[in-house]
């Protein structure tokens, strides 16, 4: 027998448990894909870092002068220069945690 891909909701219907599930699943998508932006760009400043001082702070200075913020930019500078090196080492906040492992062909 034939099935319609898309019947019409039956009488007394949960239509609104079809748009709940839909606005999850929404959402869900919404929060990975603000997770994968996160990520990449905590790459690239990975990229950046290794390129050195004078790139990092041409990167500040043009974010600075495009936005209108040098002083805020300024102010922020001075307070992550005066942090403890050997404090932040000690407690891993000079890294990023490791990139999250993905299991592909899920395995049963």
Do not use: C, W
């Not at 891909?5 to 959402?27: F, H, K, S, W």
């Not at 996160?38 to 790459?43: K, V, Y």
């Amino acid at each position: 027998m034939l099935e319609k891909e898309n019947p019409a909701p039956l009488a007394g219907g949960n239509r609104a448990g079809t748009l709940q599930a839909r606005y999850a699943v929404d959402i869900r998508e919404t929060l990975r894909n603000q997770a994968a932006r996160r990520l990449r760009r905590q790459r690239h400043v990975e990229q950046v870092h290794r390129l050195g001082a004078r790139v990092l702070f041409e990167l500040l200075d043009e974010l600075g002068r495009h936005h209108g913020i040098e002083d805020d930019i300024g102010r922020r500078l001075e307070r992550f220069a005066s942090l403890d090196h050997d404090l932040l080492t000690a407690l891993g906040g000079d890294r990023f945690p490791p990139a999250p492992l993905r299991l592909v062909g899920g395995g049963r």
